[in-house]
């Protein structure tokens, strides 16, 4: 998976099929937390669910075609069935929601990576070994 500004790489990490991934961030209207699964298939990227506490405008329902069904587990809830394919995903960064990206353990703060006002593609792409070690290297 990538991540990038524009022509920077901001990260790149190995995923493999039928791994998922999430992106978490914080409602803009109630600023309650959510989290979106999305899984790599191997040919596009899936949003498999929803994950949040509360309600508010912009946070879908099964009525509005985004999910299938609304399931309550533990203190929050979780919009299932999203099956929503596509082959990438921006996201214009600010302050809230303030957007990061967690996988195998490992997370990025894209609002820390590029800066607010800014958009990111997350793509899921081959990518050299010196064009990671040198993405690397520039971040420090």
């Known amino acids: 998976m990538t991540a990038k500004c524009g022509n920077k790489l901001l990260f790149a990490w190995p995923v493999q099929a ?3 991934f999430e992106v978490a961030y914080t409602h803009s209207s109630n600023l309650s937390p959510i989290r979106d699964v999305i899984e790599w298939t191997g040919q596009d990227l899936v949003v498999v669910k929803s994950v949040f506490r509360t309600f508010g405008a912009g946070v879908p329902i099964p009525g509005d075609e985004a999910g299938t069904e609304l399931v309550r587990v533990g203190d929050s809830y979780e919009l299932i069935g999203m099956n929503r394919h ?3 995903f921006s996201i214009m960064l600010q ?3 303030d957007h990061r990206i967690s996988l195998n353990g490992r997370e990025a ?3 820390e990576l ?3 006002g800014r ?9 050299s ?3 990671r070690l040198l993405s690397n290297m520039k971040r420090g």
């Open 86 to 88: 596509m082959r990438g």
């Open 129 to 131: 070994l010196f064009t």
């Open 95 to 97: 302050v809230v929601p």
């Open 119 to 127: 958009s990111v593609d997350i793509t899921v792409e081959r990518i």
């Open 114 to 116: 590029a800066g607010s």
């Open 18 to 20: 039928g791994e998922t």
């Open 109 to 111: 703060g894209l609002l």
